[in-house]
């Protein structure tokens, strides 16, 4: 079935660092993708999408290029912030949700 | 305008007991998916209803199992609790065949002891 495998945590930055989390897919087709973020005690809040091959989702300083070649949707910002700490979710869409294990990230000032 | 709306935020059960989770869509949304979120873990799909039918069901067991009514809110039910069950239960609606724009509540925290 369709999957997802993102990077493990916790990644520990320091602000105005480079962030970049990894995460490629396993599907058949050309499943829609997200990055979604959690932060303590709430929900999930979409970041970005991309829908199909060579889109590049945006938000927020947040990047990800969707890339067929590589099966790959890694997330990117130049220069994290303090609220920026959370945690970081990959997921695919064939008619549900799937989701990786998530990247935990705590950026100290 | 009200998002995705859960009730209640927190519950605590014991081995054996029912429960019942409760979701309402955001306004104009249609669909209602349920996901379950372990401690640490990414959340796994359950089930989603749409037009007041299971469309589609992820794997789980029937203990778990929901409804929607006319109004478009859902239930998610579960029977005889097992302490493997306690997790974030996440509701999620969405319009119809938009499959990119889900939107979440913050979820319920089920204990189960």
């Known amino acids: 079935g369709n999957s997802v495998t993102q990077m493990e945590g916790p990644v520990t930055l320091s602000e105005e660092a480079f962030l970049t989390i990894n995460c490629t897919y396993t599907?058949?087709?050309?499943?829609?993708l997200f990055w979604y973020v959690q932060y303590p005690g709430e929900g999930l809040q979409l970041l970005l999408k991309?829908?199909?091959?060579?889109d590049k989702g945006s938000n927020k300083g947040f990047e990800a290029t969707y890339r067929k070649e590589t099966t790959s949707f890694h997330l990117e910002k130049g220069s994290v912030q303090v609220s920026d700490s959370a945690v970081y979710f990959c997921?695919?869409?064939?008619?549900?949700?799937?989701f990786g294990a998530g990247t935990t990230v705590t950026v100290r000032a | 305008d009200a998002g995705v709306t859960q009730s209640p935020t927190h519950l605590i059960k014991t081995r054996g007991q029912q429960v019942t989770l409760r979701c309402s869509p955001k306004?104009?949304?249609?669909?209602v998916s349920w996901y379950q979120q372990a401690l640490g873990q990414g959340p796994q799909f359950i089930f989603q209803?749409?037009?007041?039918?299971?469309?589609q069901r992820g794997n789980f067991p029937d203990r778990f199992s929901g409804h929607q009514f006319p109004n478009y809110s859902s239930e998610l039910n579960v029977n005889a609790l097992l302490l493997g069950d306690s997790a974030l239960y996440l509701c999620?609606?969405?319009?119809?065949?938009?499959?990119?724009?889900?939107?979440f509540g913050s979820g319920t925290r089920l204990t189960v002891v």
């Open positions: 991309a829908t199909k091959a060579d």
């Open positions: 209803y749409y037009e007041e039918e299971e469309r």
């Open positions: 599907a058949t087709g050309y499943p829609s």
């Open positions: 997921a695919l869409n064939d008619y549900k949700l799937s």
């Open positions: 999620a609606s969405s319009s119809g065949q938009d499959y990119y724009g889900y939107t």
């Open positions: 306004s104009g949304h249609d669909t």
